[in-house]
Protein backbone atom coordinates (compact mmCIF):
# COMPACT_ATOMS: atom_id res chain seq x y z
CA UNK A 1 0.00 0.00 0.00
CA UNK A 2 1.06 3.59 -0.89
CA UNK A 3 2.14 5.94 1.93
CA UNK A 4 0.79 9.87 1.09
CA UNK A 5 2.91 11.96 3.26
CA UNK A 6 1.39 15.80 3.67
CA UNK A 7 3.91 18.31 4.41
CA UNK A 8 2.47 20.58 7.16
CA UNK A 9 5.61 22.91 7.56
CA UNK A 10 5.67 26.36 6.44
CA UNK A 11 3.69 26.37 3.40
CA UNK A 12 5.76 25.80 0.83
CA UNK A 13 4.29 25.77 -2.98
CA UNK A 14 3.86 22.17 -4.61
CA UNK A 15 3.47 23.64 -8.39
CA UNK A 16 5.31 26.26 -9.70
CA UNK A 17 3.94 30.13 -9.69
CA UNK A 18 1.77 31.06 -13.05
CA UNK A 19 3.37 33.27 -15.43
CA UNK A 20 1.53 36.26 -15.22
CA UNK A 21 1.87 36.69 -11.56
CA UNK A 22 5.89 36.21 -12.00
CA UNK A 23 4.92 39.10 -14.60
CA UNK A 24 3.72 41.13 -12.09
CA UNK A 25 6.17 40.54 -9.20
CA UNK A 26 9.13 40.98 -11.96
CA UNK A 27 7.33 44.75 -12.10
CA UNK A 28 7.02 45.30 -8.51
CA UNK A 29 10.56 44.12 -7.75
CA UNK A 30 11.40 47.32 -10.92
CA UNK A 31 9.48 49.50 -9.55
CA UNK A 32 11.82 51.71 -6.90
CA UNK A 33 8.61 52.36 -4.99
CA UNK A 34 8.62 49.26 -3.46
CA UNK A 35 12.55 49.75 -2.18
CA UNK A 36 11.84 50.07 1.29
CA UNK A 37 10.48 48.54 4.48
CA UNK A 38 6.57 48.19 4.24
CA UNK A 39 4.34 50.53 7.21
CA UNK A 40 4.34 47.67 10.03
CA UNK A 41 0.37 48.21 10.17
CA UNK A 42 0.47 47.36 6.25
CA UNK A 43 -0.62 50.22 3.68
CA UNK A 44 -4.32 51.53 3.75
CA UNK A 45 -5.29 49.95 0.31
CA UNK A 46 -4.74 46.26 2.14
CA UNK A 47 -6.21 46.91 5.49
CA UNK A 48 -9.12 48.54 3.68
CA UNK A 49 -9.32 45.26 1.19
CA UNK A 50 -8.42 42.95 4.57
CA UNK A 51 -11.02 44.07 5.97
CA UNK A 52 -13.51 44.04 3.04
CA UNK A 53 -12.77 40.74 2.16
CA UNK A 54 -13.88 38.98 5.63
CA UNK A 55 -17.17 40.55 5.20
CA UNK A 56 -18.78 37.34 3.34
CA UNK A 57 -17.02 34.67 4.21
CA UNK A 58 -17.15 35.10 8.33
CA UNK A 59 -20.02 37.50 8.84
CA UNK A 60 -17.59 40.66 10.29
CA UNK A 61 -18.95 43.85 9.17
CA UNK A 62 -18.49 47.50 10.41
CA UNK A 63 -14.27 47.32 10.82
CA UNK A 64 -12.46 49.94 10.50
CA UNK A 65 -9.32 49.25 8.76
CA UNK A 66 -7.32 52.06 10.58
CA UNK A 67 -7.66 51.06 14.14
CA UNK A 68 -8.73 47.09 13.77
CA UNK A 69 -6.71 45.86 11.34
CA UNK A 70 -2.99 45.07 11.24
CA UNK A 71 -0.39 42.90 9.55
CA UNK A 72 1.50 40.26 10.53
CA UNK A 73 4.66 38.22 9.64
CA UNK A 74 3.20 35.44 10.30
CA UNK A 75 0.56 33.66 12.77
CA UNK A 76 3.33 33.11 15.20
CA UNK A 77 3.64 36.86 15.86
CA UNK A 78 -0.07 37.52 15.69
CA UNK A 79 -0.52 35.17 18.48
CA UNK A 80 2.49 36.38 20.50
CA UNK A 81 1.79 40.12 20.16
CA UNK A 82 -2.29 39.31 21.03
CA UNK A 83 -1.13 37.58 24.10
CA UNK A 84 1.52 40.41 24.77
CA UNK A 85 -0.88 43.32 24.51
CA UNK A 86 -3.25 41.25 26.77
CA UNK A 87 -0.81 40.67 29.34
CA UNK A 88 1.59 43.62 29.56
CA UNK A 89 1.67 46.08 32.13
CA UNK A 90 -0.21 49.52 32.05
Same mark, same amino acid.
Given at each position: ?? %???? &?????? +??? @???????????????? /? /??? &????? %?????? +?????????????????? @????????????? /?????? &? /????? @?
Amino acid at each position: ME %QLII &NMAIGD +RDK @PSSSHILQVMHEAIDD /A /ANH &NYPLY %QGTKEF +RETTAKSIESPFGVTGLN @PNTEVVSSIGSKE /AIYNTF &N /AQCSN @P
